[in-house]
Every structure is written in structure tokens, then in C-alpha cells.
């Protein structure tokens, strides 16, 4: 069948500005218009886009198809590794230029030793590569990029093809990076749950619901001490251990850090029902107990005698919490308040005070059918009652609910 550019371009570029966006990624679209590519006899047999990222960890994505099936998103971090494939790549020229950069494999094998890229394309039997400048509205230019197996590699009318799908091309996944930018803005800043009401609109001052869940705060010993003495950098290093500590822990336990309050952590588990709220209680002590041990391994690696060895407190509370919209009216914050949240601070406060590394609330007690370990009732600041606090043995097996009084029955009843 003899290629008819026009009608392909036509048909690609009206799927690109309209069904195109209905896809999740750019991963999606790279695909599906490589395949369309295909069905009009263009020989693609590998597509691609390379795109900047706005991430704390990954600096580019590439969307990447081949016509074997496979179809993979590669994130590059910021390493030295990562630097040398770009300082060495086509898509450098491409950005230095602003000007497509073609390979001809196979009637010029010598050029393919120019890029890494193009000479592992060779010893797969691609016979042509080209790269093109993608533009995008902001004036930044991202690449997109071709290859092909077909004997005499791409022909003129091929390249007018990729030509004309560019700017279509370039504007779909213009969108697609936009909406992934602000969902890693807003999940890196103020947490996922509350980064898709942000885009969905709920951020309207004062708007919420009453959600349950299990509040956890967690606070460095002796940060104001420390603050003092250490430089700014030191501090800074310090406390981005320490978080990624606490935030990896409860992320692993399917918790959410919502907010971090000078050297306090905030998380919560959320439930709705009875036996959830005693799964959300387990995953809170679980990301206690997680952190302890990540910081203790901080502590038993670190190797600067200027940055000291971390200790913290961590209190456990449940109930039920206003979660929602608060601020002024330029600037609002998804937060968590109420008595519950109120006296989950007080009870970090407290362990601060006894020295102890997790103490927990009546409520979480009871949501764990499990009252044993009571330390004490303490007064705190704000409230009438005594508070009664409970120290979990997290040394136990999970199984059992840190129940100390529990765990000889039901050790035995588990086996």
C-alpha cells in the first residue's frame, strides 16, 4: 500500500487535538499515535518524549514505545548517571539547536557511533532515528523522537508526517504535564488527599467534613537546644533525615503526613468503620514503631559529630477530626483540627515531659481492646480531666495488638 501523507497527518492530528487528551499520560498518547503511525503504513517501530518535570526527586520523563509490545515511562533523577546520558544524547543537540537531529543507521553506520543511543539502536537493527524539537507555550522546548527498522530507514514523506504532528503533539502533552505538575506540587506541599480536593475545587475557606481517623504527632527532643547551636545548613540536614524518616514510615503504613509544624510531624490514619479503625490504629503503632528504627539507623550511620544523634516522641490519638479548608482568603491550608487533634498534641508534649518514645490515648487503647501498659493519668494543658496514657511495647509481635496481657492467650490460640 503506497503512503498517503496527507490523509495520515489528517487522521493523527485530528485524534491529537481531540480524543487524545482523554488519555491519563503522556505514556498513553506516545503509544496509541505511534500504533495509528503504524496502521498508515508510516514505519515507526520505536516513539518517544522527553519532558522536563517540575519534582523534588525526578528531573525528566520519557514516554517510551516499541512496536516488540513494550511500552515503559522512564524517570530521570538528578544524578551524575542521568547527567552523562543527556550531555551525550541527540536530545541535547536538540535543545542546543532547536533544530531536528536525523541519524541515517544504516546508509551511515559511522554516524551512529556519534550517540550512545543510536549505536544501541544499530545492534538492535533500527536503520534510522530522528529526533525534533517539541515547542512548547511557555517558550521550553521538549524533544520527541522516531526510529524505525524498515530496510532504507524513513523516506521524506515519513519525516513530513512527524513534521506535521508535532505542534498537536507538543499541545496534548503540554496539558497532561501541566495537570501531572500541579498534582506533584500539591502532593509534595500540602499531601495527596488534600491535593485532589485542591483540584476538584473544593477550596472554598471554611468548607470540610467531620472524617475519623487516628492522629499521630511526632516531635524532635531538644530541637530548640539544637537550633541554637548548629548552623543553618546542619539544621537543615537534620531535619530532612528526620522527616524523611517519619514520612516514609507512615506512608509505608498507609498513613498521611499532612503537615510538618517547625520539629513536629503531623500524620493521620483516616477509617470510617469499627473494624477499619482498628486496622488504622495497627498502622499508626506499625509507623511508630517504623520510625523508631529508621532513626535509630540514622543514628547508627551518622558519621558528623556536628549533626548529633536523633531522639523523638511520638503520641497517638483517635477520633473524630474537621477536616477541611482554613485561612484567609488568599491563603488557605488543608488541615486537620478539633479536641482530638487538640489532645494529640498535648499527649507529645506529654511523652516530651516523661521521656517516653510513644504514648498513646485512652481512645486508641480502646480501639485496640487492649488497656494494658497504662502509665499514668496527667493533667495537660486545655483540658478538665486527667488524661490517662498508655506506653505500647512495640518490641512485640504485631499480631497480637501490643497487648502485653493479650499476647500469651493469643500466641497461643495462633498456633
Known amino acids: 500500500m503506497v503512503l498517503e501523507a496527507p490523509i495520515v497527518t489528517a487522521d493523527v492530528v485530528q485524534w491529537l487535538y481531540s480524543d487524545a487528551s482523554q488519555l491519563d499520560g503522556t505514556l498513553e498518547i506516545v503509544s496509541e499515535m505511534a500504533e495509528r503511525l503504524r496502521a498508515g503504513n508510516v514505519p515507526v517501530d520505536r516513539a518517544s518524549t522527553g519532558i522536563w518535570v517540575v519534582h523534588p526527586n525526578v528531573r525528566a520523563e ?85 526510529a524505525t527498522k524498515a530496510p532504507g530507514g524513513f523516506s521524506g514523506s515519513h519525516l513530513s508526517v512527524f513534521e506535521s504532528l508535532i505542534r498537536p503533539l507538543a499541545l496534548v502533552c503540554e496539558l497532561k504535564t501541566l495537570r501531572r505538575t500541579a498534582e506533584t506540587v500539591l ?69 498521611e503526613v499532612l503537615k510538618f509544624i517547625g520539629d513536629e510531624v503531623m500524620a493521620i490514619f483516616p477509617y470510617e468503620t469499627q473494624e477499619e479503625a482498628r486496622e488504622a490504629a495497627m498502622r499508626a503503632l506499625l509507623a511508630a514503631r517504623d520510625t523508631l528504627k529508621r532513626i535509630e539507623a540514622i543514628n547508627t550511620s551518622n558519621t558528623c559529630h556536628a549533626t548529633p544523634d536523633m531522639s523523638v516522641g511520638i503520641a497517638l490519638h483517635a477520633g473524630d477530626v474537621f477536616y477541611g479548608n482554613v ?89
Not at 105 to 133: C, H, K, M, N, Q
Not at 207 to 232: C, H, M, Q, Y
Open 62 to 146: 520519557q514516554s517510551l514505545w516499541a512496536s516488540d509490545g513494550t511500552s515503559e515511562l522512564r524517570l530521570y533523577t538528578s544524578d551524575n548517571s542521568s547527567d552523562e546520558d543527556y550531555t551525550n544524547s541527540p536530545i541535547k543537540r536538540v535543545h542546543e539547536t532547536l533544530k531536528p537531529v536525523r541519524v541515517k543507521i544504516e546508509r551511515s553506520p559511522e554516524a551512529a557511533d556519534e550517540f550512545p543511543i543510536t549505536v544501541d539502536l544499530r545492534e538492535e537493527g533500527y536503520t534510522d532515528y530522528v529526533s525534533l524539537p517539541m515547542p512548547f507555550s511557555d517558550g521550553s522546548v521538549k524533544v520527541a523522537s522516531f
Open 187 to 255: 502532593d509534595t506541599y500540602v499531601g495527596p488527599r488534600a491535593g485532589s480536593r485542591v483540584l476538584d475545587g473544593t477550596t472554598r475557606r471554611g468548607e470540610g467534613e467531620w472524617i475519623k481517623a487516628v492522629v499521630s504527632f511526632a516531635d524532635i527532643r531538644g530541637f530548640t537546644r539544637l537550633s541554637n547551636t548548629l548552623p543553618a545548613d546542619k539544621i537543615v540536614l537534620f531535619l530532612n533525615k528526620y522527616f524523611g524518616a517519619m514520612t516514609a514510615a507512615v506512608e509505608a503504613h498507609g498513613g
Open 327 to 415: 485561612g484567609s482568603e488568599t491563603r488557605l491550608d488543608f488541615t486537620v483540627v478539633g479536641p482530638v487533634v487538640n489532645l494529640a498534641a498535648r499527649i507529645a508534649e506529654l511523652a516530651k515531659d516523661l521521656e517516653r518514645q510513644v504514648l498513646v490515648s485512652d481512645a486508641l487503647s480502646e480501639i485496640m481492646g487492649c488497656r494494658s501498659g497504662l502509665y499514668g493519668r496527667y493533667q495537660v494543658k486545655g483540658f478538665d480531666d486527667p488524661v490517662a496514657v498508655y506506653s505500647p511495647d512495640l518490641t512485640g509481635d504485631p499480631r497480637f495488638g501490643y497487648c502485653p496481657d493479650k499476647t500469651a492467650d493469643l500466641a497461643l490460640e495462633a498456633n
